[in-house]
T-cell receptor, first 113, second 112 residues
Framework: DQQVKQNSPSLSVQEGRISILNCDYTNSMFDYFLWYKKYPAEGPTFLISISSIKDKNEDGRFTVFLNKSAKHLSLHIVPSQPGDSAVYFCAASRASGTYKYIFGTGTRLKVLA | DAGITQSPRHKVTETGTPVTLRCHQTENHRYMYWYRQDPGHGLRLIHYSYGVKDTDKGEVSDGYSVSRSKTEDFLLTLESATSSQTSVYFC???????????FGQGTRLTVV
């Protein structure tokens, strides 16, 4: 039973345009969400997070939106750059209690120059 | 970069042999995790630790054991390696609940 789902395995976007990556979760106990970027042969690197008390968090070109009623979050990258081409993972956790992060299966983003 | 070192970085081993992967951190973070990454499955949690000698199972713990005898080291042992354990293994650390986790560079393990 997958608690965190990324239903799009891949996404291609033109340079300069917006990239939107989506993530759904099933466990209503999750209250802390994260996005990671991963390049080949490297470990995942943390991008941005959001607590369930917020519906939006912004950091430069990256914005995460959280819709708690739909159990859905999305990562917006504007403008997209070729260096953003990577696999993106969303993850969910609880801010207290379970100490662990549950990841989705990832979306491979390709930004076309 | 967070001070996380995984060793070895690459290993080829034979079916049935024991294998131990090491994760070493210099951040004094309380929580440590072992994940495996496989195509189509993303990152799956194997075991995690919330303090010295305090560990618990993750989603895919069968065939794996862990130990944490001191804050900085978290060991993952495959008691008897199988081909299904061929994967890339990542260690991660986090300071506290509700904060981000930082990952090591990974260990590519091949079981032949």
């Amino acid at each position: 039973d997958q608690q965190v789902k990324q239903n799009s395995p891949s996404l291609s976007v033109q340079e300069g345009r917006i990239s939107i990556l989506n993530c759904d979760y099933t466990n209503s106990m999750f209250d802390y969400f994260l996005w990671y970027k991963k390049y080949p042969a490297e470990g995942p690197t943390f991008l941005i997070s959001i607590s369930s008390i917020k519906d939006k968090n912004e950091d430069g070109r990256f914005t995460v939106f959280l819709n708690k009623s739909a159990k859905h979050l999305s990562l917006h990258i504007v403008p997209s750059q070729p260096g953003d081409s990577a696999v993106y993972f969303c993850a969910a956790s609880r801010a207290s209690g379970t100490y662990k992060y549950i990841f989705g299966t990832g979306t491979r983003l390709k930004v076309l120059a | 970069d967070a001070g996380i070192t995984q060793s070895p970085r690459h290993k080829v081993t034979e079916t049935g042999t024991p294998v131990t992967l090491r994760c070493h951190q210099t951040e004094n973070h309380r929580y440590m995790y072992w994940y495996r990454q496989d195509p189509g499955h993303g990152l799956r949690l194997i075991h995690y630790s919330y303090g010295v000698k305090d560990t618990d199972k993750g989603e895919v713990s069968d065939g794996y054991s862990v130990s944490r005898s001191k804050t900085e080291d978290f060991l993952l042992t495959l008691e008897s390696a199988t081909s299904s354990q061929t994967s890339v293994y990542f260690c991660a650390i986090s300071e506290s609940e509700g904060t981000e986790a930082f990952f090591g560079q990974g260990t590519r393990l091949t079981v032949v």
